[in-house]
């Protein structure tokens, strides 16, 4: 019997095995060259995923349909938007114009024009000696309630205005001063106390050194408001039309390349989009230059002629003002060359109101000439040339007064001021009534105009983005149309 075969030739002569053979052929994986670890594979971004897949899908004729119906229903729609924007923001203007900066504006005219006229009307009374009369106290009071009215309305009416806050708080921090003043002088008036006319001149030389300074800083950052919002609302819409012309363009060209494929002439769906689109254009470009049409005629028409007007009815408050403080000061207070100050505000003041002119007629360069230029129609001009006609009879009466005066007549000259016989003051109060006559006009002039432009721009935007949104669906149905010809 043979014996057993040694345990190493059994090993020997065995086959080798799966995992053995298949250990020898593998190649060994590569180690870098750092001797570490080898990188994990970078995972690609759905972004990139993304954008192979449009690539792919480009290269058919259905992907890129796809494309450009996506593209189409975007610039539609972006103008659209834009549209709308512009719009609002153009029509915000417009309102701001009518119902913010203009009473804005007029309300410091009239917060100047209240404190010039509690001026005036503190020296007429003080002429009158201890008989000052109850209509003339209820006046200067009722001046100065009216401007501290219009102050805390200024003050809530002018937020963000740093240059309009300013001069509220001036005007609000000086008034109380001035009208004590007043009173100061009043009491040493009714006593018979000469110390009342050095009072009543401090009062006075405080309201033209502080207070009319600060209402006019006032009413002149008003103004500028009031242009800004002009500004601003009559401001093209650039943005909207150069989308909506680039959209119009990408619309014709798609309808271009769609007959070019297919030989038909129209794609109903594109037509309707590029329909929708340009009476959106038209309608943007027609209702914005009605609306800057509108606006203005409401500054031509109202609103220079009734900063004119404001004008010119505070330089007859300063004149009036002025011809009272002469009689008052009698002669105490003296310009640099000797004339007699308020004598010669006086002059100044008719001299900025009518200029040089004659016949009645009123320079082109003085307030009532310039206010009668821009009346535009003669409703507006009545008004402005019989203020014209009370103010050379004004200064045909204060000459009297004066000569009377320069005579040592001063109860003469007193009389021709503020008595009953043809004075002066029936002929300021006949100015000043004409003028606000023509404010009214004006007022009513601008309003119209304004509410006129402004009405242009109604329903612009909401209608804008209708037809955006209209466009976008025909331009997406047009597409679609031609994609269902490739299932």
């Not at 220079?304 to 408050?317: N, T």
Request: proline share 4%; aromatic share 6%; glycine share 10%.
């Amino acid at each position: 019997m043979p014996s057993a075969a040694p345990a190493s030739s059994l090993s020997s002569a065995a086959p080798p095995s799966f995992a053995s053979s298949e250990q020898t052929t593998r190649p060994a994986p590569a180690e870098p060259a750092g001797g570490g670890p080898a990188p994990a594979p970078r995972r690609r971004t759905a972004w990139a995923d993304g954008l192979d897949e449009l690539r792919a899908a480009a290269t058919t004729e259905p992907g890129r349909l796809r494309v450009i119906g996506a593209v189409l229903a975007l610039l539609v729609l972006v103008f659209g938007a834009v549209a709308a924007w512009e719009v609002a923001d153009r029509a915000a203007a417009a309102d701001d114009v009518v119902g913010r900066s203009q009473p804005l504006s007029a309300d410091a005219a009239r917060i100047y024009r209240s404190l010039a006229d509690a001026d005036t009307t503190a020296a007429g009374g003080f002429l009158a000696g201890g008989e000052e009369s109850r209509a003339t106290r209820d006046r200067y009071a009722q001046d100065l309630a009216t401007a501290a009215g219009l102050l805390v309305k200024a003050s809530s009416g002018t937020r963000g205005s740093d240059r309009a806050d300013a001069q509220i708080a001036a005007l609000s921090k000086a008034l109380p001063r001035y009208a004590g003043l007043v009173e100061t002088a009043r009491t040493n008036n009714r006593q018979g106390l000469p110390l009342g006319g050095a009072y009543l001149r401090y009062a006075n030389d405080q309201m033209r050194r502080e207070l009319l300074p600060a209402a006019r800083a006032l009413y002149d950052a008003e103004n500028d408001r009031l242009a800004a919002d002009y500004a601003a609302a009559k401001a093209w819409p650039w943005l909207a039309l150069a989308a909506g012309l680039l959209a119009v363009g990408a619309l014709g060209w798609a309808q271009r390349r769609d007959y070019r494929r297919t030989n038909r002439v129209f794609n109903r769906g594109l037509l309707a989009a590029t329909a929708a689109c340009l009476a959106a254009l038209v309608w943007l470009v027609a209702g914005h230059a009605l609306a800057r049409s509108g606006l203005s005629d409401s500054y031509e028409r109202g609103t220079r002629s009734l900063r004119v007007l404001h004008e010119a009815r505070i330089d007859a408050l300063q004149a009036r003002g002025d011809e009272n403080l002469t009689l008052v000061a009698r002669g105490a207070v003296l310009t640099g060359d000797q004339k007699d100050f308020y004598e010669a505000g006086f002059r100044t003041g008719m001299a900025d109101l009518v200029g040089a002119g004659r016949k009645g007629n009123a320079a082109g360069g003085s307030r009532l000439g310039k206010a009668l230029a821009l009346a535009d129609d003669e409703a507006g001009r009545r008004p402005v040339r019989d203020a014209l006609r009370h103010v050379r009879q004004w200064q045909a009466r204060h000459a009297e007064a004066r000569a009377a005066d320069e005579k040592g007549a001063y109860e003469q000259a007193l009389a021709k001021v503020i008595g009953g016989d043809r004075p002066t003051r029936e002929s300021f109060d006949r100015v000043d009534a004409e003028l606000q006559r023509a404010l009214a006009h004006e007022q009513q002039e601008f309003r119209s105009a304004a509410d006129g432009g402004r009405a242009a721009l109604g329903g612009l935007a909401a209608g804008a983005a209708v037809l955006a949104v209209l466009g976008a669906v025909g331009a997406v149905l047009g597409i679609g149309r031609r994609l269902s010809e490739y299932r």
